[in-house]
């Protein structure tokens, strides 16, 4: 009996541990349901946002001797925004015996200057920003610069004109009277560098920057060396009037204004591209006749250049305006050839057929 009632005991237990299984596996399969929707309802993951780094707020510029790599002062509380210009001002009042125009900043020893609009975030690396600093040496403007290489041949060819008597001979000068082409040639001469100044002072936009005092003494020597040279042959007592007289002076006197107020349209239209403001686009021609060179070349204001010199010295007759003209188409030939490969890269639509300064040869 005994036996009995334990067999039937553990029969119970076996009984209820198996029911007990199966209840909890009941749970653990619901639990494993809710979860699952749980998870579903809930969308997908979403990663965690990365943690950005924030750029410092202010940067400390160390500035250091090209030559000598030796620290010459450290800039401090530099902002984000500030550029290279804010950076050259600071530097002035730390260091007063170098003005901004006559600074030059690297970021490594001989590579090339940074401009003055670039700020000192793009080029930072870290908080402390370290440049090379070069002396570039007496500075002038760009203004200063036109208004000296124009006034001074304005001037110079006044003088010859005038016959100074320390120029030329006194007796000579009186008993010779001046061929028209003499009074026509010094009338033409002032238009040409009247128009330069006024066009520097109301037309053309002179950029803010500064150039090397060596590019201003240079620059002066060559317009008022050629003007001098050029002023003593015309204005002299015995100069010779062009071969074919009359016609000759006439019809290169015409074409030398034209080419003026085809080079002054021109600038217009370079100083002001459309209504716009926009200074993206290439000059497009527009109603007055002059700036249709636009459909030929990209450079027209140096066509109606040579021009000029082309027609003065066939009017004038003489080597010293026909070497001046040679040089000067060599250089502007340099500058239009320059120029227009920019234009290709930028507007290549436009400059597909049309050729830099000369009409279908260059």
Request: glycine share 4%; hydrophobic share 40%.
């Amino acid at each position: 009996m005994f036996k009995r009632h334990k067999t039937r005991a553990s029969e119970r237990k076996r009984e209820l541990s198996s029911q007990g299984a199966r209840s909890t596996l009941k749970n653990d399969m619901r639990n494993f349901q809710f979860l699952s929707q749980l998870i579903l309802s809930a969308g997908p993951l979403k990663s965690l946002p990365a943690v950005k780094h924030s750029k410092p707020a202010h940067f400390e510029v160390e500035i250091l001797d090209a030559q000598t790599r030796k620290q010459i002062c450290i800039v401090d509380k530099v902002m984000q925004t500030s550029t290279i210009h804010d950076v050259k001002q600071k530097f002035h009042k730390a260091c007063p015996k170098w003005y901004p125009s006559r600074v030059g900043l690297q970021l490594e020893r001989g590579g090339p200057f940074l401009k003055d609009y670039i700020t000192i975030q793009s080029v930072a690396a870290s908080s402390i920003v370290t440049l090379y600093f070069t002396d570039l040496g007496q500075q002038v403007s760009w203004t200063t610069v036109f208004l000296a290489e124009y006034t001074g041949p304005l001037l110079i060819y006044l003088l010859f004109y005038l016959r100074i008597p320390y120029i030329y001979d006194v007796k000579e000068s009186s008993r010779r009277l001046r061929h028209p082409v003499v009074h026509l040639a010094c009338f033409c001469h002032c238009i040409h560098y009247i128009r330069y100044l006024l066009e520097t002072f109301f037309v053309h936009k002179v950029s803010a920057g500064h150039t090397p005092l060596k590019n201003l003494i240079k620059g002066c020597a060559f317009y008022w060396g050629f003007t001098s040279w050029m002023a003593y042959y015309i204005n002299h007592p015995r100069y010779t009037p062009p071969s074919f007289g009359n016609r000759q002076v006439i019809v290169s006197a015409i074409n030398f204004l034209i080419c003026e107020a085809g080079n002054h349209f021109i600038n217009v239209v370079l100083a002001h591209p459309n209504h716009t403001g926009n200074n993206a686009c290439f000059p497009s021609p527009n109603y007055n006749p002059f700036t249709w060179m636009f459909f030929l070349v990209s450079c027209p204001n140096y066509t109606y250049e040579i021009g000029s010199w082309i027609s003065f010295t066939v009017m004038t007759q003489t080597l010293p305006v026909g070497i001046f003209t040679l040089l000067m188409t060599i250089q502007m030939s340099l500058w239009a050839q320059k120029k227009h490969k920019v234009y290709l890269k930028k507007f290549n639509s436009y400059m597909c057929r049309k050729s830099a300064m000369i009409p279908f040869i260059l």
